[in-house]
């Protein structure tokens, strides 16, 4: 909402087993951002946004 | 079967009282229908029937190329929540038990065109300039 860049998908496993199986999802909720940052769990909104920025960076920097 | 219970129609609707512009829930789904496709759409269409402000937009994951395209879509069933502009918020799967209420809040959120993140954190994200693509995976119970 605040970024058109930004997709949240919400995607329940069970009817997507095979994404359930690529991602290594055992718990959730599991949050996987641009394919390579994980967090397990939920957690506050500033971890959340410090992962974000991580996988920015990442993939901003090539 | 529906699966807003009568008695809890009152209470969804409650929930959504503070929605101000209308939303559209588009779906995704294909002539024959997919397992959770069908229950999908009756969820939608019943949530629908409760609050007016509430569209529904059916498309053909096959046939409607131009809006699963538009919409990055490459599953389904799919729901993407909007107001007009693209919110980048999409349902993947049936929004069913604790599923419901996020979409309930999804929907709140759009409609109100407020994320509820804290100025700094939308100011970061706001600063975003690469794609960013984030994945919740849940389950319904």
Redo the contacts between chains.
């Keep these: 909402?605040?970024?058109?860049?930004?997709?949240?998908?919400?995607?329940?496993?069970?009817?997507?087993p095979h994404?359930?199986q690529k991602?290594s999802?055992r718990g959730?909720?599991?949050?996987?951002?641009?394919?390579e940052y994980v967090i397990e769990g939920s957690g506050p909104?500033?971890m959340l946004?410090s992962t974000?920025?991580e996988?920015?960076e990442k993939?901003?920097s090539g | 079967m529906s699966f807003i219970k009568d008695a809890d129609r009152p209470a969804v609707k409650e929930r959504l009282r503070d929605m101000r512009s209308d939303v559209t829930l588009s779906y995704f789904t294909q002539d024959v229908e997919c397992?959770?496709c069908r229950e999908t759409r009756e969820l939608l269409e019943e949530l629908s029937s409760i609050e007016e402000k509430i569209r529904i937009e059916v498309y053909d994951f096959k046939t409607d190329q131009e809006q699963v395209r538009s919409y990055?879509i490459d599953?389904i069933?799919a729901t993407v929540v909007s107001n007009g502009?693209?919110?980048?918020?999409?349902?993947?799967?049936?929004?069913a038990g604790y599923?419901f209420s996020?979409l309930l809040d999804a929907i709140l959120?759009?409609s109100r065109?407020e994320?509820g993140?804290?100025d700094e954190?939308?100011k970061?994200?706001?600063d975003?300039?690469?794609?960013?693509?984030?994945?919740?995976?849940?389950?319904?119970t």
């Design positions: 909402m605040e970024n058109s860049l930004i997709t949240a998908d919400a995607v329940e496993i069970s009817e997507f994404l359930a991602y999802v959730v909720p599991k949050t996987v951002i641009n394919e909104e500033s946004l974000i920025l996988a920015v993939t901003g | 397992d959770f990055r599953k069933p502009g693209a919110s980048g918020i999409r349902f993947y799967g049936i929004p599923e996020s959120m759009v065109n994320s993140l804290s954190t939308r970061a994200l706001q975003i300039k690469v794609p960013v693509h984030l994945q919740v995976f849940t389950t319904p």
